[in-house]
């Protein structure tokens, strides 16, 4: 049961003693024994005598007087004072109020006899029945020898003894001995009946006593667990009203006491008359024989706070098995509610937040599918796109450098407009790869200076058709560090920062690119400046995001898509450095790039070699074979060789001789390359000299620490070897044999380009378009070098460059990849040792190409 309650609100349990609840208990009993029994029988004894007394005195009085029996009339009214004496008297100890009472029977029973006779010898019996109601069947038969003895006694008198009422014996003393000893029998066997009676009264009021106290023990224990339960117990009659409950339904209805609640009514206990008849309605139906279990009743309770509770009731029976009224249990559920509550709330929000993750698995799917499909998409657009533009581009620049007679503005016109589109489609393929996640940079030591001048040369006749003057400032190689940068991407960001300079400069006006060393020696910066409008201060954070365009210079001007910059901005960081801008409206802007600098130090320039003279190079290498063929490879390229085979010999053919280079392997006998290296750092007689590191020992970042300029990983390519060299200054042999060069790849366009720009350099050019046809021309016709394509119709390139190696003959062949895709950095350190170079046909120019084979191939032209 529950509900809003009226009149005050509950105090707590602790706010009052359990002696305030003052309804009597359950079940209750006197501790009755024999003694209490016995003063029990002494009250109704003195009581009886008083008001038998009262009623015979007058009679016995009168009787008295007219038969000039005063001594009757004395022991009468002394006997009479004496029990109301004894009556109104009731502290009076027992034994003596009982000793008393008996003795005025006695004495009435003897003054009878002596008064009237025999036939008075009923008030003695009397007197051994007070007797052993009071003091028990020893004291009772004490009493009736007592009795006899007196009336023998009496009988002893003789003449002077009453007359006997038996016979009309008169006076005699047999007779009276007789009738005393008769009178004995028969108070004994009264005494002895009375006793026996008494005695099982008392056993059977002390048995019943004991279980009385056995119950009521056990009946106050239930008490006490019911009061001290946290649910509302409470009994009901037929009516409905109460009539016993424990301290929480006392609590519940607000009140303070158990007698505030029993007879009452729930219309007399709950304010809201709807909630009582509902409560009555149910009290009914379970005294109608209906049992409620696990009844939900939902309420407020005094202090407005809702509550719920789970009520069960059933019907109470009495002896005869009839309803008698009801016993109700209530507990308060509230707090499981509200956690039940909250538990489905909780899985609700778990099934919520579990369909969201389907659904963001399923989004989750959906996005990598498209970022599939898009990746082949780009890698489809990449190539579709880049080779005919490459193949076009190529052509205009064999055509511009006038191989097929001279060139006019309109064509330079038409090569610009084609090296504007395919910049833009390289930004958007990149960028669109960037926001993906998938374009990788590949960092290695890099002259900054060299990159730049690269960039000016490809962009030189871009800035000529605007009559602007590109300049280069800032020290030269030798004195700047090289930048640890991926050479592909940061020529990308040059272009695209020069390009945007030529852009926004007017005709006539010069474009300043300059490099230094920052002041805290660990990055370079490469600033263009142009004199171009400028551009005001609220449109500088607009620079670097995609799609966003300022106004074009020139209303005829080749318009963009805003992508440049933002993408020189993601490669940048990508190489680990930051990009800016400075501008004054009006005067021009300078755009600046920073990249850290490589730990390895700068590469040092070989001695110049007297003309007429065969460059001198130490090979120091303990391996007789690998010595051998660096001799062999050495020596037909017009070199002087002379070996070393341990570290200390080394170092002192390196001080006597001064040869123009040295070729040294990390693991000699005795001291190794490492500690080689470092002495001849460490003398001023050979810090300058050139060392290239030969060896089979892959830390590259020692080698360049140390001083190398160079680190070949073995098996040595003869062809990168010699190209090395000649990247750092060394003159080879004068004379050129002819070299031949196989293109592996499907777009005739490509083959062509190619053949169009190396034959005119003295080269031989053999084409196939398909792998298989290229791995078999590069069996039956050897050649120098194999400039392969990827993406081939019948096998991959990478099929290609495994059967090149597996071949002997074809094992040391010099590749180059020249390819539209986009090479993940797992498959370019796959391809790392096995091919020399890796060139990008959407990055490429043809005077690129060009460089790239006379070096690879070391010609210096």
Not at 99 to 116: K, P
Not at 419 to 447: F, M, W, Y
């Amino acid at each position: 049961m529950c509900g809003q309650m009226a009149g005050k609100p509950p105090r707590t349990a602790s706010s009052h003693s359990a002696s305030r609840y003052s309804m009597p208990p359950l079940f209750s009993a006197d501790a009755i024994d024999t003694d209490t029994l016995r003063r029990n029988l002494l009250t109704r004894i003195l009581r009886a005598s008083a008001v038998l007394g009262v009623l015979v005195y007058v009679p016995s009085v009168s009787l008295a007087w007219k038969h000039d029996m005063t001594p009757l009339v004395l022991l009468d009214t002394l006997g009479l004072a004496v029990v109301f004496t004894l009556l109104f008297i009731p502290r009076t100890p027992f034994a003596l109020r009982a000793g008393v009472i008996s003795f005025i029977y006695y004495a009435l029973g003897v003054g009878l006899l002596l008064l009237v006779g025999s036939v008075s010898q009923v008030y003695l019996l009397g007197f051994s029945v007070i007797v052993v109601l009071l003091f028990g069947l020893r004291w009772g038969l004490a009493s009736v020898v007592l009795s006899a003895a007196s009336m023998c006694a009496i009988g002893a008198l003789g003449d002077s003894a009453p007359e006997l009422a038996v016979q009309n014996r008169g006076h005699d003393p047999w007779g009276w001995a007789v009738v005393s000893l008769n009178f004995a029998m028969v108070s004994a066997l009264v005494t002895m009946a009375v006793g026996s009676v008494l005695q099982a009264v008392a056993t059977a009021l002390q048995r019943e006593v004991a279980h009385r106290a056995s119950l009521y023990r056990e009946r106050r224990t239930l008490r006490t667990l019911i009061d001290a339960l946290p649910d509302v117990v409470f009994t009901k009659d037929r009516s409905g009203r109460f009539v016993n409950c424990n301290r929480a339904t006392v609590a519940l209805v607000g009140r303070e006491r158990e007698d505030e609640v029993a007879g009452k009514t729930v219309f007399e206990l709950f304010a809201s008359r709807e909630m009582a008849e509902a409560y009555h309605a149910d009290d009914m139906s379970v005294i109608a024989g209906r049992t409620l279990i696990n009844r939900e009743e939902s309420s407020v309770d005094s202090a407005g706070r809702p509550v719920c509770f789970l009520t069960i009731k059933v019907p109470s029976v009495d002896a005869d098995g009839a309803i008698s009224g009801l016993v109700g249990i209530s507990r308060d559920i509230t707090a499981i509610k509200q956690a039940d509550d909250e538990r489905k709330r909780l899985l609700r929000i778990a099934d919520e937040a579990a369909e969201e993750a389907r659904r963001a698995e399923a989004r989750r799917l959906v996005a990598e599918a498209s970022n599939r499909a898009k990746s082949a998409f780009l890698a489809m657009m990449s190539h579709e796109l880049r080779t005919p533009l490459n193949a076009i581009l190529g052509f205009s620049e064999v055509l511009i450098d006038g191989k097929f007679g001279p060139t006019n503005d309109r064509q330079l016109r038409y090569l610009n407009n084609g090296r504007h589109l395919l910049g833009l489609i390289n930004s958007l393929l990149d960028l669109s790869k960037v926001e993906a996640g998938k374009l990788e940079v590949t960092t290695q030591p890099c002259s900054m200076r060299q990159l730049v001048e690269d960039a000016l040369s490809i962009l030189q006749p871009l800035a000529a058709a605007k009559m602007q003057t590109l300049q280069m400032d800032g020290p030269d190689d030798l004195a700047l560090p090289p930048v640890l940068a991926d050479p592909v991407r940061c020529k990308q960001v040059l272009y695209n920062f020069i390009s945007n300079a030529i852009t926004f400069t007017p005709d006539a006006g010069t474009v300043r690119v300059g490099c230094a060393l920052r002041d805290d020696g660990r990055r370079v910066r490469v600033s263009i400046a142009d004199t171009g409008r400028g551009i005001a201060a609220n449109d500088l954070q607009r620079l670097f995001k995609p799609f966003e365009q300022l106004d074009r210079p020139e209303p005829n001007a080749l318009g963009g898509t805003g992508l440049g910059l933002a993408l020189n901005e993601q490669l940048v960081e990508l190489m680990g450095g930051e990009v800016g801008v400075d501008s004054t409206p009006g005067v021009g802007s300078v755009f600046f790039f920073e990249l850290p600098i490589s730990i390895a130090p700068e590469p040092q320039r070989a001695p110049r070699v007297p003309a007429g003279t065969s460059p001198l190079a130490l090979i120091v290498e303990d391996d007789d074979g690998a010595r051998e063929l660096m001799e062999m490879a050495l020596q037909d390229n017009g070199y002087r060789t002379h070996a070393a085979t341990t570290g200390e010999s080394a170092i002192a053919l390196a001080t006597s001789l001064l040869p123009s280079v040295v070729l040294l392997e990390v693991f000699l006998p005795g001291i190794d390359g490492w500690e080689v290296l470092r002495a001849l750092r460490n003398s001023p007689a050979t810090a300058a000299l050139p060392v290239v590191m030969a060896t089979i020992s892959s830390d590259r970042q020692r080698a360049f620490g140390l001083g190398a300029i160079e680190h070949l990983i073995k098996p040595l390519d003869r062809h990168a070897l010699l190209a090395v060299l000649d990247r750092h200054g060394f003159t080879a042999k004068v004379t050129k044999q002819p070299t031949h060069v196989l293109v592996i790849d499907d777009d005739r366009a490509h083959l062509s380009l190619v053949s169009a720009a190396l034959q005119p350099e003295g080269f031989h050019v053999a084409t196939a378009q398909t792998g298989v046809a290229g791995l078999e021309r590069a069996r039956r016709s050897p050649c120098d070098l194999v400039l392969l394509d990827l993406g081939l119709p019948d096998v991959s390139g990478v099929e290609v460059v495994a059967a090149l190696r597996e071949d002997v003959a074809t094992r040391e062949l010099p590749i180059v990849l020249v390819t539209a895709q986009d090479l993940s950095t797992e498959l370019r350190d796959r391809l790392r040792g096995d091919v020399q170079l890796i060139l990008s046909k959407g990055q490429l120019h043809v005077r690129d190409l060009v460089n790239e084979v006379n070096r690879l191939l070391g010609r210096t032209g």
